[in-house]
């Protein structure tokens, strides 16, 4: 018989998401409790890992109609537009807050927040701690987190499934890694904070923990997933080790170049390279300042064309910072010093660093409103695992990181009026949910007659990914995963663990994160399949145009007993019909628009 | 059920490893610019009872059991100098402005007060 | 800085094994896994529990150097696993225990109740008397303010600290390097005024003054945040503090 604890929320996550969301329930509603479920220690969550910023309309000179607009034009038009209007009216109030609750932000010599170009920006709007905004936010949160006495963590704790009844989603069921007790964890609401999916593919810049697993335990609950298949590439990654190189290293200043030294982007529509000494170099959304999509487009492009160097870890192009001086280096962006030196032993102001486009950030999840709430009544999401969408077609960076303070905190609020209202219901059959879940992982773990590693699965899990799910996408390559997909779902049924022990038994709780893997691997190649035309980050050789006649529409993945449902959602246009994405080109027109 | 191994203790840390083995010996160093100083002690009072009484203690000292005491006492002074210094910057982070002050340059003013103390002295003994 | 390759083909290992079902007390288990010139120790045992042997436990995740987890002693040293590369440990072999100081759950995963206990003991967040409301827009904190407290803010909760400090190791009550860093961060902060708060924990016995300086704290810390200068500076301030109440009475108020 599993154990019950009981709280008036549940939250599912303890990074920066899940954080916001607890503290936003605290302050609102402080009579009501939270447990707050992570399956490691808050601090280790993934958010500690984002570098260049969170971007926040607060100088003069920039407007919220600008970021509004950056956003959209940067998601190519799939974001629904009353999504990013909420999310760029909010985003300066919740940096301030934080910055309230002593993130160290930089500053201005007057002690004001300084702020930093971006990729796909038209104005220096992103806030940043060095190069190590994230890792700042985070502990910012989780420090701040500990005055609330009403927030019960549950550290190292495995949500392995929702427990739903009566309509409501009303608890997880989760396993403690230290004993491997498997408890219910009721909750009137719960919040889903479980951030992306970059390890179902090999090469990423995502941590280890990035499984997945939210938007696996909705998809069972019968919540769709949206937009599963715009999968951003980041350009700058570390070859080998996928470890991410700051956009901000492009931010001030840092340019791209070929092995013939030459600054290819100029060659893909993103405007004219200016002299490295002219003072308006980095132009916005220009050259290097282009979105991400269409720099690690670029890359392969170049690649096809032999322009870049080869090596055993994968073929690679020059990040060249050695003209912004050690200074600068030291001052604005120390931890991409940090990274070249340690992760592939060169030092950046004295040598280019090796980058190629690396798998960091997916911009569908679970489909949520704008008030974090999903189809399931009582369930929430926000950050990463969620989908709003203010991301359409391609995230813009340094706007992930405020996304996950503002849906955090809409999503804290949005559940805790749920949770006042919604009294716990049939507690017996809940119950029985648990012991159920319980005995599932029993199994898991005492499983012996198969023969399949879950190690193996899972590499050739991210193998069928790699190759059908890319930059570049096929009918073919796209069916060709599918069926390695259907493959390895029966493979895993035969699967066996080494590891049959209570305590802290990581191949358990890997086990259960592939299984999770797999549904959504599938989810996000069938609605790739189903979406024929090119849109941001999704690129089909055989549909290589955008179509707004027929795929102006979100994607749903419904689960099915056999292979997903797609189904399709109209995008919400309101002030800003679709238009050309231009790069280059538009900064010229806008910087003559706004007088600069 | 989970029966977490409990922490070790180990009664002879200050041996398992280098940083801890000079550790050790600097704190020792205190002992022997103690037992140093009792010597100096000693000495100022034998040169307030007289002449000859100073004499016998300085011909004292020269016994073969003093001068290793000597001795190591010197290193132990130095260790005892060259590691304190090394902790100067630790709890005295000097800034200008955004700029900290460099380490080495407060462990160098440090040598060169030393240094500078010690002429000194050499001047009044020797003059 | 990048060492030619070397000629070897496999490494081994030595790692701490425990576990609480069977084990009495931590064993060494020796295992060979592959040699690569740009692997990390905590790519070794990525390659073992992946090829080799399913039930090693151990925790990683970002594979940067920034979330923490990995700390483990390295052939008796406290380092992250993702920062320790196998070639500066050639030829072998290399041994890898838990972090010492810490009791041990299982394998290379220690206890951290102790350090998080201690962590919220000393309140670190932001204590005012009064908020600014937001719409008056951020606190002003000059760089040089900043400068003042930044160092501070740069720890990854990684413990490695704890497991190179032999005063924590001897003294259940310690509060410990990281901690006292911690709270210097939020003392130092110019927003923030609960300096007064966190006085008496800190200014204590199991606060700064159990440190004997022993400074290993701040040799093996990865990030650079000396938490043997944050403490040695706290003295000095309670130092201060001490006389300044001892003269009060005769000083002006």
Redesign the interface.
């Known amino acids: 018989m599993a154990e019950i604890t009981q709280h008036d929320i549940v939250i599912i996550g303890g990074g920066g998401a899940g954080l916001r969301a607890a503290i936003a329930v605290a302050e609102t509603y402080p009579d009501l409790d939270v447990g707050m479920v992570s399956k ?2 808050p ?4 958010t ?2 984002a570098e260049g910023g969170a971007a926040g309309v ?1 100088k003069p000179g920039d407007s919220l109609e600008d970021h509004i607009r950056d956003t959209i034009s940067g998601s190519d038009w799939l974001a629904d537009q009353d999504a990013v209007e909420a999310f760029v009216r909010e985003a300066p ?1 919740e940096l ?2 934080l ?4 993130c ?10 300084a702020v930093r170009p971006f990729g796909g920006m038209g104005i220096q709007r992103t806030w940043f701690a060095a190069d ?1 905004t994230g ?2 936010m985070l ?1 910012t949160l989780f ?2 987190s ?2 609330y006495a009403r927030i019960t963590r549950y ?1 190292e704790w495995f949500a392995s499934r929702l427990l739903v009844e009566d309509g409501r989603c009303q608890g997880v069921v989760a396993l403690e890694l ?3 007790e498997v408890r219910g964890i009721l909750g009137k609401a719960v919040i889903l904070c479980t951030g992306g999916f970059g390890r179902i593919f090999p090469f990423t810049t995502n ?3 990035k499984t997945g697993d939210g938007l696996g335990l909705a998809y069972r609950a019968g919540v769709p997933l949206k937009d599963m298949e715009f999968v951003q590439y980041h350009p700058t990654g570390l070859p ?2 996928g ?2 190189i700051t956009e901000a290293a492009r931010g001030e200043g840092g340019i791209l170049v070929n092995k013939h030294g030459d600054r290819y982007l100029r060659h893909y529509d993103l405007g004219e390279p200016l002299d490295l000494g002219d003072p308006r170099h980095p132009l916005f959304r220009t050259m290097e300042l282009g979105p991400r999509d269409r720099l690690s487009q670029a890359f392969v492009h170049e690649q096809e064309l032999g322009n870049v160097f080869e090596a055993p ?1 994968g073929a690679y192009v020059h990040l060249d910072i050695r003209h912004l001086g050690e200074k600068t280096i030291d001052q604005k962006i120390p ?1 991409v010093r ?2 070249a ?3 592939v ?3 950046p102001v004295h040598q280019p660093i090796p980058v190629r486009p690396v798998v960091h950030y997916m911009m569908g999840g679970i489909d949520t409103d704008l008030e974090a709430a999903t189809s399931l009544p009582g369930l929430f999401a926000a950050g990463e695992c969620a989908c709003v969408s203010i991301n359409g077609a391609n995230r813009l960076g340094s706007n992930s990181l405020p996304e996950l303070l503002v849906f955090g905190a809409r999503a804290g609020r949005g559940a805790a009026e749920w949770a006042r209202e919604h009294p716990e219901s049939s507690r017996a059959a809940l119950e029985q949910q648990a012991d159920v879940e319980e005995a599932r992982i029993r199994d898991f773990r005492g499983g012996d007659g198969g023969t399949e ?4 699965i899972r ?1 050739d899990l991210q193998a069928a990914m790699e190759s059908g799910c890319g930059i570049y996408r096929t009918e073919a390559t796209l069916r060709a995963a599918a069926e390695s997909i259907a493959e390895l779902r029966e493979r895993f049924r035969s699967m066996r ?3 049959h ?7 358990l709780t890997g086990a259960l994160e592939l299984d999770l893997m797999i549904e959504i691997a599938e989810a996000l190649v069938h609605s790739a399949l189903q979406r024929e035309e090119s849109r941001g980050s999704h690129q089909r050789l055989d549909f290589p145009t955008r179509d707004d006649e027929r795929f102006l529409k979100h994607s749903l993945a419904y689960r099915t007993e056999g292979v997903p449902r797609i189904e399709h959602r109209d995008v919400v246009i309101t002030r800003w019909p679709p238009a050309e994405r231009v790069y280059g080109r538009a900064h010229e027109a806008g910087a003559a628009e706004r007088g600069t | 059920m989970a029966r977490p191994y409990p922490r070790e203790r180990s009664n002879a840390w200050f041996l398992e490893r280098w940083p801890y083995r000079v550790f050790v010996l600097r704190e020792l160093s205190a002992l022997f610019l103690a037992l140093y100083m009792g010597v100096l002690l000693v000495l100022a009072a034998r040169v307030h009872e007289g002449s000859s009484a100073f004499r016998d203690y300085v011909d004292a000292l020269q016994s073969p059991l003093y001068l290793a005491f000597h001795a190591v006492a010197l290193l132990f002074a130095l260790l005892h100098s060259v590691t304190w210094f090394q902790a100067v910057p630790k709890g005295l982070p000097l800034r200008r402005g955004e700029q900290r002050v460099a380490p080495a340059l407060l462990i160098g003013a440090n040598y060169v007060a030393m240094l500078a103390l010690t002429v000194l002295v050499l001047v009044v003994v020797l003059s | 800085m990048t060492q030619a390759p070397s000629d070897a083909t496999t490494i081994r290992l030595e790692i701490a094994r425990y576990r609480p079902e069977q084990d009495e007390r931590p064993v060494l288990e020796r295992y060979d896994v592959p040699y690569r010139h740009e692997w990390v120790v905590l790519d070794a045992l990525n390659y073992l529990k992946d090829h080799i042997d399913g039930t090693l436990s151990y925790r990683w995740s970002c594979r940067m150097g920034i979330c923490g987890s990995c700390g483990m002693m390295v052939n008796g040293v406290p380092k992250l696993t993702c920062s320790a590369f196998l070639r500066d440990y050639l030829p072998g072999p290399i041994r890898v225990e838990p972090m010492a100081n810490f009791p041990v759950e299982r394998d290379l995963v220690t206890v951290l109740d102790d350090f998080m206990e201690k962590f919220q003991a000393v309140k670190p967040w932001i204590i005012r008397d009064g908020e600014q409301p937001l719409e008056e827009g951020e606190y002003r904190q000059t760089p040089a303010q900043l400068a003042d407290f930044k160092q501070f803010s740069m720890c990854i909760n990684c413990m490695l600290c704890y497991a190179a400090c032999p005063v924590y190791q001897h003294e259940d009550e310690f509060l410990g390097p990281a901690v006292l860093a911690l709270a210097q961060r939020y003392n130092h902060d110019s927003r923030d005024q609960g300096k007064g708060e966190r006085q008496e924990l800190i200014w204590s016995d199991e606060g700064i003054w159990d440190c004997t300086f022993v400074g290993e704290c701040s040799a093996v810390c990865p990030k650079h945040v000396d938490p043997a200068g944050a403490i040695q500076q706290a003295k000095v301030e309670s130092t201060v503090g001490w006389y300044r109440s001892f003269l009060a009475p005769f000083g002006r108020g």
């Open positions: 490691v220690y601090m280790r969550s993934h500690v890992s607060i109030r301030t807050q910055e309230h609750w002593g160290p932000w930089s500053r201005e010599p007057d002690g004001s927040v190590k890792f700042h502990h420090q701040t500990l005055k550290d230290r004993t491997g941590a280890a923990i080998g080790t470890i991410l870890d931890f940090e990274l030196k340690n992760y032993g060169i030092d590693r879950i190690a193996s590499a663990l080494d590891d022990s209570l305590a802290f038994n990581t191949e």
